[in-house]
T-cell receptor
Framework: AQKITQTQPGMFVQEKEAVTLDCTYD???????LFWYKQPSSGEMIFLIY??????QNATEGRYSLNFQKARKSANLVISASQLGDSAMYFC??????????FGAGTTVTVRA | NAGVTQTPKFQVLKTGQSMTLQCAQD?????MSWYRQDPGMGLRLIHY???????DQGEVPNGYNVSRSTTEDFPLRLLSAAPSQTSVYFC????????????FGNGTRLTVT
């Protein structure tokens, strides 16, 4: 069974607007970590933001915020004030027992000027 | 700071050949892992290690071997290359902690003809 589901293969967003990338996860472990990574066309994996399963508040890092809804098992990434440099593939990932990190299939974001 | 170093960056193999992808990290991370990335499938875990002398299988281990004789090094061996192993391979490391993001190498693009 898929542990991480990203249902949006691709999205377009206008420059300076916000975009929400969906992510749902599946685990029975009470302790887990949720991560978002960015992969630009150059190919490197860039860590963006982390949310712990016991964290009471949604994580924020600059223009990135994570909308964590534990009961729904969702961890959506919000990118505010989109920039052309935000055009990339975005991956949601979950870390649980044995420290393994499982990735979703990814969402391609294209920012239009 | 070197971080995670993968070699080579590109490799072309003929079916049936063997080779080793090298991965080294200088951050004293206990956890190391190998992923393959294929279009539309995100990153899939091949093998991982939670410390020197300990390795385990991930989601797609068939056709690959690993060993972890030191904390720093985690080589991935392709025993008899097949066209289905054409992919981009990433090595990643982190502390052994659910809240720690993985640090990724820059990837190896492997083509098997």
């Amino acid at each position: 069974a898929q542990k991480i589901t990203q249902t949006q293969p691709g999205m377009f967003v206008q420059e300076k607007e916000a975009v929400t990338l969906d992510c749902t996860y599946d685990t029975s472990d009470p302790s887990y970590g949720l991560f978002w990574y960015k992969q630009p066309s150059s190919g490197e994996m860039i860590f963006l933001i982390y949310q712990g399963s016991y964290d009471q508040q949604n994580a924020t890092e600059g223009r990135y915020s994570l909308n964590f809804q534990k009961a729904r098992k969702s961890a959506n990434l919000v990118i505010s004030a989109s920039q052309l440099g935000d055009s990339a593939m975005y991956f949601c990932a979950m870390r649980e027992g044995q420290y393994k990190l499982s990735f979703g299939a990814g969402t391609t974001v294209t920012v239009r000027a | 700071n070197a971080g995670v170093t993968q070699t080579p960056k590109f490799q072309v193999l003929k079916t049936g050949q063997s080779m080793t992808l090298q991965c080294a990290q200088d951050m004293n991370h206990e956890y190391m892992s190998w992923y393959r990335q294929d279009p539309g499938m995100g990153l899939r875990l091949i093998h991982y290690s939670v410390g020197a002398g300990i390795t385990d299988q991930g989601e797609v281990p068939n056709g690959y071997n690993v060993s972890r004789s030191t904390t720093e090094d985690f080589p991935l061996r392709l025993l008899s290359a097949a066209p289905s192993q054409t992919s981009v391979y990433f090595c990643a490391s982190s502390p052994r902690d659910l809240s720690s993001p993985l640090h990724f190498g820059n990837g190896t693009r492997l083509t098997v003809t």
